[in-house]
C-alpha cells in the first residue's frame, strides 16, 4: 500500500492512495485538468482512479469532485448530507455515478477497504477516513474542530497519518483576519491547531507509525516548522522525520 498528495490546503485538497490494483482518490479541491496534472507527476492517469472518496462539500474538497468524475467516469463516494449540501451549492451531479455512505460503516472498494469516520467539523455531515489493505492501515484527518475519543480510538494504530495543523494559535489571532473568521477556525467546528493536533497524536497508539504527515497548513496562519516541532514533540522524534503536504507540491509516494 502506497499513499501520495496532490495538494494540501485552503486552495485545494486531493490524496490519493492505492493497494494492489486499485486506487482512491480522497476528496478533490483541484480543477480537473490541474489534478490530472498532479497525477501525471505521480506517475498516474486519471483513468486509474477506480472512485472518488469526498469528506464534506467545501470548496477546497469538493469543488471540483462531480466534473473531475464526470470527465473520467469514475464514481463518487460521499455521505447523505454532503450530497445534500453539494445540490445546495449548484454543483450538479450530470452524468456521475453516486453511491452514499455513512460514518461508520465500512465498505470495500477492491483491495482498499474504507473507513468512515464522523468528525466535528462546520460542513452538513463530515466524515473523515481511514484506508487498509487487510495488513496497513492510513488515517487520513484533515478537517476537526475537536478532537474527540471516538477519534483517537479510530486512528489508534494506524501505520501511517496524514493529521491537519492548520494554523498557530498565536499567529492566527494576531493576524489579520476578521474576528469571526478566526473565531470559527478556532472554534469547536473549526480546524486543529498545531497544540490539539500534537495532543491528539500523543493520545492515540501510535506504536505501528510509519508515516506522519502534517496536513492542511494555512498559508497566513502557520508555518512548516512549527507545525513539525508540534508533532515530533509528541512523538518524541526529530523534527525532520515528519512530513509536510503543501499546497503547490503535497507529497510524493509514500510506501507502507
Known amino acids: 500500500m502506497r499513499f501520495a498528495s496532490l495538494a494540501s490546503g485552503s486552495r485545494g485538497n486531493c490524496l490519493v492512495a492505492e493497494a494492489g490494483a486499485t486506487r482512491v482518490l480522497v476528496d478533490c479541491g483541484l480543477a480537473p485538468r490541474e489534478a490530472a496534472r498532479r497525477l501525471a507527476r505521480l506517475g498516474l492517469e486519471p483513468g486509474a482512479i477506480d472512485a472518488v472518496l469526498v469528506t464534506h462539500e467545501h470548496d477546497d474538497h469538493a469543488g471540483h469532485a462531480y466534473a473531475f468524475a464526470a470527465q473520467h467516469a469514475i464514481p463518487v463516494y460521499l455521505t447523505h448530507g454532503t450530497r445534500l449540501a453539494q445540490e445546495a451549492a449548484g454543483r450538479a451531479a450530470d452524468g456521475v455515478e453516486l453511491h ?4 461508520e460503516a465500512p465498505f470495500e472498494l477492491g483491495a482498499i477497504r474504507v473507513e468512515p469516520f464522523t468528525v466535528p467539523h462546520d460542513a452538513r455531515e463530515p466524515v473523515q477516513f481511514v484506508l487498509g489493505d487487510g495488513a496497513r492501515r492510513l488515517g487520513v484527518l484533515t478537517d476537526l474542530g475537536t478532537p474527540t475519543a471516538h477519534v483517537e480510538r479510530t486512528l489508534s494504530g494506524c501505520d501511517a497519518l496524514v493529521l491537519e495543523t492548520n494554523h498557530e494559535l498565536d499567529l492566527l489571532w ?4 476578521p474576528r469571526w473568521l478566526k473565531e470559527r477556525i478556532a472554534g469547536p467546528f473549526g480546524h486543529l491547531d498545531n497544540a490539539a493536533s500534537a495532543r491528539l497524536l500523543g493520545a492515540i497508539d501510535g506504536s505501528r507509525l510509519k508515516h506522519v504527515i502534517a496536513a492542511h497548513l494555512s498559508r497566513e496562519n502557520n508555518r512548516a ?32
Open 174 to 177: 494576531g493576524g489579520g483576519y
Open 225 to 256: 516548522e512549527l507545525a513539525r516541532a508540534a508533532l515530533a514533540q509528541a512523538l518524541g522524534c526529530a523534527g525532520d522525520w515528519v512530513g509536510v503536504a503543501t499546497q503547490d507540491e503535497g507529497f510524493g509516494w509514500r510506501d507502507l
Open 100 to 103: 452514499a455512505i455513512e460514518g
